[in-house]
């Protein structure tokens, strides 16, 4: 956006070379030139700096709180009248989280509490990759299919499998990587 607004004033400009608009046009090209390494500097900081353990944990249950709130939701639509829209935002919702990459919220020092922040995460997520990764896969594909049957849901006859296999994969993964 940023980008095209500048490249679009110049080339205004450039058919009316006055001084007003040098002036803009040197103000326009600054703008440029300090906005973008600034927001290289934020995307570089976002992939290289990594969540400090406390915050990992605190962002992976805060991502799970958010999913959960979206699934009652969802739930309520299936127990009460139906709105497409509001489960297929809450089913994007839930697949947006799903497929953020949440493995990168347990890193190393993650497998304890740290200080007042507790974990209910059980050792095996750190140890039994397969299995993990299997459970997650499966958890991704179901969050997708759900939104995917959301979007084009309509009646609760259209979502009621799709939720009961997104909830399955939730409890699949509880059963095996979460303390009670
Ligand atoms: C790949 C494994 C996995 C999947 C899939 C998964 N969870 Fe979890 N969930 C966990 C683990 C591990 C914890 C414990 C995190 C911690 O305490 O550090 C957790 C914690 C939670 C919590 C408690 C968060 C808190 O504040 O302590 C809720 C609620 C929850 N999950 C809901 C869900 C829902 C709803 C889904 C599906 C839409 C889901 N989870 C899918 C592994 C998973």
Known sequence: MRLNSVAGNQSI????????????RI???TALTLAL???????GNAAAEPLKPVEQIETRQAGYQFMSWNMGKIKANLDGDFSQPQVAAAANAIAGIANSGMGALYGPGTDQDIGDVKTRVKP???TNQAEVGEVARNFIEAANNMAEVASMAEGKGDVKAAFGELGGACKACHDKFRKD
């Open 13 to 24: 400009q450039n058919t009316q070379p006055d001084g007003d608009n040098l002036v803009q």
């Open 124 to 126: 095996a997520l750190f």
């Open 37 to 43: 390494p600034l927001a290289l500097t934020i995307a």
């Open 27 to 29: 103000a326009s090209l």
